[in-house]
T-cell receptor, first 112, second 115 residues
């Protein structure tokens, strides 16, 4: 798999349900960031988790990081129609403020 | 809340023409980046810039590309002679120093179409 590869590639759920997206990566990281992208629009930063953190919350978002498995998950609870977007994980290198390597993304559709 | 801005939002150009994409990073940020996203594909890193010089560049960032910080606020990406395959969404991003928040904040992008 490639650095920063998400699964599933696409996910459709009913409004109100929880959505879980996973990301795997290959090399050591300093931090991992999750972004949202509405169709054809810019990248909105959601959350950053450092390599020494295991879990982080922000509102309805919960991110976990398992550096031993080189994987992360993004959980969106109580989904809303406005959560419909593509979600990407992005990893940096070992030292911070380096280039981000993006995954292929998960296309999330919330069905009202 | 401070944000990264980019102009123009859309640019259409003829193959072989030069284009300059402009970005205004968040004012207290010191690290600047350009990425691009070809339609339907991943976001790809192009170049990073710190202390008035390129700190890293990808294979995509060949001699046709250049970056500049002409003044204290703007950060530009120039494509000297555009090719059809340069058609993409170009994103500028900025971040603070390594001592603080390393989040990269992205602008809304410039959609470049090369005909």
């Amino acid at each position: 798999s490639q650095q920063g590869e998400e699964d599933p590639q696409a996910l459709s759920i009913q409004e109100g349900e929880n959505a879980t997206m996973n990301c795997s990566y290959k090399t050591s990281i300093n931090n991992l960031q999750w972004y949202r992208q509405n169709s054809g629009r810019g990248l909105v930063h959601l959350i950053l988790i450092r390599s020494n953190e295991r879990e982080k919350h922000s509102g309805r978002l919960r991110v976990t990081l398992d550096t031993s498995k080189k994987s992360s998950s993004l959980l969106i609870t109580a989904s809303r129609a406005a959560d419909t977007a593509s979600y990407f994980c992005a990893t940096d290198g070992n030292f911070g403020n380096e280039k981000l390597t993006f995954g292929t993304g998960t296309r999330l559709t919330i069905i009202p | 809340e401070p944000e990264v801005t980019q102009t123009p939002s859309h640019q259409v150009t003829q193959m072989g023409q030069e284009v300059i994409l402009r970005c205004v990073p968040i004012s207290n940020h010191l690290y600047f980046y350009w990425y691009r996203q070809i339609l339907g594909q991943k976001v790809e890193f192009l170049v990073s810039f710190y202390n008035n010089e390129i700190s890293e560049k990808s294979e995509i960032f060949d001699d046709q590309f250049s970056v500049e910080r002409p003044d204290g606020s703007n950060f530009t990406l120039k494509i000297r002679s555009t090719k059809l395959e340069d058609s993409a969404m170009y994103f500028c991003a900025s971040s603070e120093t390594g001592l603080g928040d390393e989040t990269q904040y992205f602008g809304p992008g410039t959609r470049l179409l090369v005909l």
